[in-house]
């Protein structure tokens, strides 16, 4: 038997065996730290801004509703009466308008107490009311005539002279020209009375007061 032959098989056998123990075997892979830091994770997106809301059409102003025509019942046709021939300051008792009739008065002996005056509708008829003054001496003034835009009335048998001293006066709690001296200048065909009641005197004294600003016959005073 050849030892020799025998040693060198053994040895190559050995080497062999050895190298694929050394060589064969996969590498491992690197292990991961226990305490490495997870990735930090992405910031989430920001909302989406609101959108504006549109605005709001503006109301359509709408038209105001047409006045309902008045019943028949309920309409007042005006008077027609000529205008009145009486004047003063060269205007018709039928058309001057009473700051013109104050003035007028305010020119007299019987000065025009500012702030008393009054108006009032009442039917087809319209008043104009102030107080005077002549020194001690006090009255009241009174205009009635047609008025061009009558109302509907309540009282009875109304007439212009009611509204002097009458129950139409005394209706709006201005009979106080009932009882006293009373001046009085009418115009039947036209309807309009003016009149003057003193607070002391007589008839007569109340006519001559009126006078200063309307003669009593009736001819114009300008």
């Known amino acids: ?91 018709s008792l039928s058309e001057i308008e009473q700051p013109d009739l104050r003035e007028a008065f305010k020119a007299s002996p019987w000065k025009t107490v500012d702030g008393t005056n009054s108006y009032f509708v009442e039917g087809v008829y319209e008043a104009h009311t102030f107080d005077v003054e002549n020194g001690a001496k006090k009255a009241r003034v009174r205009l009635v005539r047609p008025t061009k835009k009558p109302e509907k009335s309540n009282i009875a048998n109304l007439t212009a002279r009611s509204l002097i001293d009458g129950d139409a006066a005394k209706e709006h709690g201005m009979d106080e020209f009932k009882g006293a001296a009373i001046g009085v200048v009418a115009d039947e065909p036209a309807d309009v009375i003016l009149a003057i009641a003193l607070e002391k005197g007589t008839e007569k004294d109340a006519k001559a007061a009126l006078a200063t600003v309307l003669p009593a016959a009736g001819k114009a005073k300008k």
């Not at 032959?5 to 730290?33: D, H, Q, R, Y």
Request: charged letters at 15%.
């Open 1 to 91: 038997m050849n030892l020799s032959k025998t040693i060198s098989s053994s040895f190559l056998l050995a080497t062999v065996v050895l190298g694929a123990a050394c060589g064969g075997a996969a590498t491992p892979a690197p292990e991961t730290p226990a305490d490495a830091p997870a990735a930090a994770a992405e910031p989430a997106a920001e909302p989406a801004a609101p959108s504006t809301p549109a605005p709001e059409a503006a109301p359509t102003a709408k038209a105001p509703a047409a006045e309902a025509p008045k019943p028949a019942a309920d309409v007042v046709a005006p008077l027609t009466k000529p205008a009145s021939t009486y004047q003063i300051a060269g205007k």
